[in-house]
Nanobody, 114 residues
Framework: QVQLVESGGGLVQPGGSLRLSCAAS???????VGWSRQAPGKQRELVAQ???????YYAASVLGRFTISRDNAKNTVYLQMNSLKPEDTAVYYC?????????WGQGTQVTVSS
């Protein structure tokens, strides 16, 4: 049974930083991993993606501020978020895709507010 567990969310002030972690029960080596988010009244959107071959994708809205990384040995995916804005407020979900199947974590709330 594949499980993804996010952690690290919370309340931060604009301009602050957070690091989200996603612990996977299965091996993430060779898989695509990433983070998506969903704000109230909005549909879920892709934030960052890490390909199995080392390719990285970021949404334009987070370019230069967010960094996705992975530790295959620990089966963990990270999202470092800097210079946070109120518009970044959302539930952040970690996901994994092995080509044929996709898996989602339960999400972690990130609130950026003064």
């Amino acid at each position: 049974q594949v499980q993804l567990v996010e952690s690290g969310g919370g309340l931060v002030q604009p301009g602050g930083s957070l690091r989200l972690s996603c612990a996977a029960s299965g091996d993430i080596f060779g898989a695509y991993v990433g983070w998506s988010r969903q704000a109230p009244g909005k549909q879920r959107e892709l934030v960052a993606q890490s390909g199995s071959g080392g390719s990285i994708y970021y949404a334009a809205s987070v370019l230069g501020r967010f960094t996705i990384s992975r530790d295959n040995a620990k089966n963990t995916v990270y999202l470092q978020m800097n210079s946070l804005k109120p518009e970044d407020t959302a539930v952040y979900y970690c996901w994994k895709s092995d080509g044929g199947s996709g898996y989602w974590g339960q999400g972690t709330q990130v609130t950026v507010s003064s």
